[in-house]
């Protein structure tokens, strides 16, 4: 009988939605796995990096011993599928070091997807069940001096290298263990990168550009996983190099490459319920820091009224994201979060708030196709009675013809109105062309900094 482990390289029976592993090679690595860690007794089942050479001479010694015959390729294999197993994440391993990979989501133990280029699919890595689940679970959150247990049962992590974990246990994920990782990427997309990737026009590129510089207040809207963050990161890129910024995140996320930045990050409560500081909190503090940015990755709550008033009180260029489908249903998000705050002034005076507070909303979506795009930048330009008036600047436009599912094909085009803050964007230096505001206008050459 052959002791193929793993099914040929290239072969057609290989589909990345069937296991690639043998219940054999299962069976093999879990012996070895065990085997090595007797033999390095007390560290085990965590050993420590330094254990990492006895490791490789026992598994040597193991798989002599086990009669096991394989080709090289096998054993290699073997190799570094048991090591995973007792230094690294062990089946994940390999993801967590594809850089290809943003996200990494165990469901189940053989329900494992990784998300490449924005799709989540299935792959053929499989765990051997809940229990080592749980243990790579516990090598993360170890550590960190962190554990879960029934009473217990959810714990937020990261990695040394800064990617995100997110672990949940029963009796509240009902079917066994999840992880889910959020990697960090080592670089972030910039507004070029953007343009590139066809998310937003030169032209409208250089006006975001512009209003960054010009410390204009900009909101960026859209759903999750539409590129928010990414936008919000890119944009916070143009802040100068000398202004001093403070970041506030529920999770630190953005990555910005000036010296004068500050990264704050939210803390969930204790076990016991006390001990938290809500960005609401980061927010008020960041205040008395001086700052002359405040970027917050998310307003979800409170915080978005301390953000207004921050705005509205000598605080210019802020920048933040928030969860809505359009520019109107921003506007009447930030409305719910300030009136969840507890404010006790009437709507409209809230209104004249956020109208004076927020000069753009830029709409981020993810198309049907699954690409990531600017929709809307829309300007706030006042109020009509008790209403702000939203004037849309640029909308991306589909171009006419069939629609498909597979590729949206148009472009984000102007309006053909003017932005009235366009006084602000003159001392910035960047040189907006006519048509970067005319509709239909041929793209014109790339604005000069
Ligand atoms: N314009 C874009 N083009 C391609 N991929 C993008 C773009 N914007 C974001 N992404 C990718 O989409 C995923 C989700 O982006 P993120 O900014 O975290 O979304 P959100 O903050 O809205 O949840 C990330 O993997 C990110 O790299
Ligand atoms: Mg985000």
Do not use: W
Not at 214 to 235: M, Q
């Amino acid at each position: 009988m052959s002791h193929a482990i793993t099914p040929a390289v290239g072969s057609d029976s290989v589909s990345p939605t069937v296991p690639a592993v043998s219940e054999e090679h299962r069976r093999a690595k879990r012996a070895l796995v065990q085997a090595v860690e007797k033999s390095l007794g007390a560290s085990a089942p965590h050993p420590k990096e330094a254990d990492r050479p006895a490791a490789e001479q026992h598994f040597v010694q193991a798989l002599a011993a086990s009669g096991l015959n394989l080709g090289d390729a096998a054993r290699e294999e073997l190799f570094s599928d048991v090591m995973n197993d007792l230094f690294g994440l062990g089946p994940i391993q390999a993801l967590l070091e594809d850089p290809s990979v943003t996200e990494i989501m165990v469901n189940r133990p053989d329900r494992v997807y990784a998300e490449r280029a924005g799709k989540p699919t299935r792959t053929t890595v499989t765990f051997d069940d809940d229990a080592h689940v749980l243990r790579i679970i516990e090598r993360i959150l170890l550590p960190l001096g962190k554990r879960l247990d029934p009473n217990n049962p959810l714990a937020d992590a990261r990695l040394p290298d800064g990617s995100r974990v997110n672990a949940i246990i029963p009796p509240v994920a009902i079917a066994g263990p999840c992880l889910t990782i959020r990697k960090f990427s080592k670089s972030r997309l910039g507004l070029d990168d953007l343009v590139k990737f066809g998310s937003v026009t030169p032209a409208v590129a250089d006006f975001l550009r512009a209003c960054v510089l010009g410390k204009l207040n900009i909101v960026v809207a859209g759903g999750t996983g539409s590129g928010k963050t990414t936008l919000l990161n890119a944009l916070s890129g143009c802040i100068p190099d000398h202004e001093r910024v403070v970041t506030i995140e529920d999770a630190a996320e953005l990555k910005l490459h000036q010296d004068h930045v500050i990264t704050l990050e939210a803390k969930r409560p204790n076990a016991d319920g006390s001990g938290e500081v809500s960005i609401r909190d980061l927010v008020r503090n960041a205040l008395r820091m001086r700052p002359e940015r405040i970027v917050v990755g998310e307003c979800r709550g409170g915080e978005a009224l301390d953000m207004l008033q921050a705005m509205n009180t000598g605080h210019d260029g802020s920048l933040t994201t928030l969860h809505a489908n359009s520019p109107r249903d921003a506007i009447s998000r930030i409305e719910t979060m300030a009136l969840m705050a507890g404010i006790d002034f009437p709507i409209r005076a809230l209104r004249e708030q956020i109208g004076s507070a927020i000069q753009v909303i830029v709409q981020q979506a993810r198309l049907r196709d699954g690409s990531r795009k600017i929709t809307n930048v829309t300007e706030l330009a006042g109020m009509e009675g008790d209403k702000i008036v939203l004037q849309e600047l640029f909308k991306f436009k589909e171009a006419p013809g069939p629609t498909t599912a597979d590729k949206v094909v148009g472009s984000l085009q102007a309006s053909g109105l003017r932005p009235q803050f366009m006084a602000k964007l003159e001392p910035t230096g960047i040189r907006l062309p006519p048509s970067t505001f005319t509709p239909g206008a041929p793209q014109a050459p790339r604005a000069a900094a």
